[in-house]
């Protein structure tokens, strides 16, 4: 007879009396730690993060991306949403995608494209927003110089990328797509094989020296050349080379958007998440619907808190398919990443950041060492509906980074990785904290459904039997999913709250995550 191991995993979360940074690449979280440490603020923090994250994790996000962020100044008491999603070329010809039987290979199983060229390849490369996104929140609100803010990044990229089991794991899931590009190929599956340690012995290292030197030059040049100068010229001419359609005009139009939101409110707390093409509006459609379903809560989350947390994202998920124009299904794993920062001020970060996939459009591009976004994958190649594809375009994302003002003016900051699972990561742990009064390390392992716009309500099978059983009877198409490593089958969050009356920060990453971490700022005053 058959004997499946079973694995109690349990990770502690951090405290600190100063701030505090959660991502789900140690390294990088500690980079963050270290900017606070020597006096930096949460944004300049979290861009020294975000950009570590480009050499350690270099699969999920990075100078080919895009993202969205939210800011809470805690002396002005405002907050502010900094939008840099990718947009489709000017010169994108909607015909060139035309559809083809089944569905599309990755997360959204839209209708298929001929030889899935919006999911991967040249054609699926968007215009890229992360440099401008980091740049815009580094003038309005870093306190440290742009150099500074990339020297750790510089420096991982130029020691190169140390591949543990987990990011061997990760190279061998879409092994065969990448091997289709040369550039590609060449720094992620040296020799023609997967980096894997020997048994007993130290983890490979690959190099990343195209993008070691890129990161230097956009430190030395500045952000502004990304766009519209020498580096600029060199990225065009590195686009071209590999039949990415990306103009000079592209990254010259190209702006972020930054706005002061007021939130929303939620029982006696106040959200804030970003209002544009991603999952905030969603996430307060939810949580509106939540609040009138739940009146009350119980003790603990009960079968009831289930249902309820099901039937309100299920309504909100069916109002933003047929109004946004998103899709209907998607199981498939993304490239997102998240982290929070929250420094000994009390200022607040949230940001996620994407490719989109893993490894986004599996191209790299030659010389610069950029990993490419698929960022034509999000529209629906159907025409004539909202989010349809068309030159100039922003898609809709799934990113729903989230600042939670408490009653008390403690605050916490969320959010997750996930594709589509992201939303419904965020509301429960959202309701956690705030309905239940979880602290961040409670409401981490506690178990999670996920609803991703389909007809399926996925549970984790560590639920109480009891819970599972009522979900199973009164849900429909109910089905108990393992939570676990690998698949990641739910969506991948962390939580950073700062106590207003203690002043004391806590940091909470994701689980089942081997690399994710909460890293304490570590001053001697």
């Avoid at 009396?17 to 140690?26: D, F, P, S």
């Avoid at 429909?476 to 962390?494: E, K, N, R, W």
Wanted: proline share 6%; glycine share 8%; hydrophobic share 40%.
């Amino acid at each position: 007879m058959p004997h499946d191991e079973t694995w109690i995993i349990r990770k502690p979360a951090v405290e600190s009396n100063g701030g505090i940074v959660t991502a789900q690449h140690e390294i990088a979280a500690r980079v963050g730690a270290d900017v606070l440490a020597r006096g930096g603020n949460a944004v300049d923090a979290a861009i020294a993060t975000a950009f570590a994250l480009a050499s350690v994790e270099p699969w999920m996000s990075g100078l080919g991306g895009c993202g969205f962020m939210v800011v809470h100044l805690a002396r002005e008491k405002r907050t502010f949403a900094l939008e840099f999603g990718v947009k489709a070329p000017l010169a994108l010809d909607p015909t060139d995608y035309p559809l083809s039987d089944g569905h599309d290979s990755d997360l959204f199983t839209w209708p298929a494209v001929l030889e899935h060229r919006n999911v991967f390849g040249p054609k699926s490369v968007a215009v890229p927003g992360f440099v401008a996104g980091m740049a815009e929140a580094a003038a309005r609100f870093a306190s440290l110089n742009w150099n500074d803010l990339l020297s750790a990044a510089i420096e991982l990229a130029e020691a190169g990328l140390r591949v543990d089991w987990y990011s061997s794991l990760k190279i061998a899931s879409v092994a065969r797509d990448i091997d289709r590009f040369a550039a590609t190929r060449s720094i992620y599956l040296p020799d023609g094989f997967v980096p894997v340690g020997e048994w007993s012995g130290p983890a490979p290292v690959i190099q990343l020296n195209g993008l070691a030197n890129t990161l230097r030059r956009l430190a030395d040049e500045g952000p502004d050349s990304f766009y519209s100068g020498p580096l600029a010229a060199d990225l065009l001419a590195d686009a071209r080379s590999v039949g990415i359609g990306i103009l000079a005009d592209d990254l010259t139009a190209y702006r972020p958007q930054c706005t002061e939101i007021s939130g929303f409110g939620y029982r006696g707390a106040k959200v804030f998440s970003p209002p544009g093409l991603c999952a905030g509006l969603t996430l307060q459609e939810a949580l509106t619907s939540l609040q009138s379903l739940m009146p009350t809560s119980s003790a603990t989350p009960d079968a009831n808190t289930y249902v309820h947390y099901a039937n309100s994202m299920q309504a909100a998920y069916e109002h933003r398919l047929q109004a946004v124009g998103d899709s209907p299904d998607g199981k498939s794993p993304s490239c997102t990443t998240h982290l929070n920062v929250i420094d000994r001020q009390g200022n607040v970060v949230a940001l996620t950041q994407t490719l989109l996939s893993l490894f986004g459009s599996k191209v790299v591009l030659p010389e610069t060492g950029i990993l490419m976004n698929n960022g034509i994958m999000w529209f629906d190649p159907r025409p004539g509906r909202a989010n349809s594809i068309a030159a100039g375009k922003q898609p809709l994302s799934n990113m729903c980074p989230a600042i939670v003002q408490e009653s008390d003016g403690s605050r916490f900051t969320l959010g997750a990785s996930g594709g589509r699972r992201i939303m419904s990561a965020v509301l429960q742990l959202i309701s956690f904290l705030v309905d239940f009064s979880m602290d961040p390390e409670s409401a981490m392992h506690q178990p999670r459904i996920d609803i991703s716009g389909s007809r399926e309500v996925d549970f984790d099978t560590h639920l109480e039997p009891e819970i599972a059983n009522q979900l199973l009877k009164r849900l429909d198409h109910a089905q108990p999913t393992s939570h676990g490593v690998f698949p990641s089958l739910f969506a991948c969050p962390g939580i950073a709250r700062f106590d207003a009356k203690t002043g004391r920060c806590t940091g909470a990453s994701f689980v089942y995550s081997p690399l994710a971490a909460a890293i304490a700022e570590n001053r001697i005053d």
